[in-house]
Each structure stands twice: as C-alpha cells, then as structure tokens.
C-alpha cells in the first residue's frame, strides 16, 4: 500500500529575501492540490546552526585528510 503525504517541505537553496521569493510562493499556491503555502522567515538561529554544521564537517574532512595533526 503506498502512504499517503499530506504535505512537503521546500527548502530553497540559499536564504531569499521576502520579495525576491514572491514569485515562488506564488507559483507553488498555484500548483493542482495545494492548500495554503507560507513561508518560514530565518532566524538567528538557523544562522548558528548552519554554522557549527559546517564547523563540524569542516572538523571531520580535516581528520580525513590530515589524520596525522590534532586540530584544535
């Protein structure tokens, strides 16, 4: 049997600025079954989250690389 969705998150690739992602927003409202789209303002959070993410990769391919020196 195959589930049923009743929804599904966009993430856009970088963050946009309210008017640049109008059309977009528009353009997903208009798409056969949609509902209601609304978007997700970001917020300092997602900053410092994105951010030690990339620490943290960051991290891991430099031991990957250099398993010799102790970072840090």
Known sequence: MTDRLKGVVVTFERDLRTDDAEDLIKAIGCLRGVLDVS???????????????????TDQLWAVLHPQSKKG
């Open 39 to 57: 978007p997700s303002v970001a917020k300092p959070e997602d900053y410092m989250n994105r951010e030690r993410v990339r620490m943290e990769l």
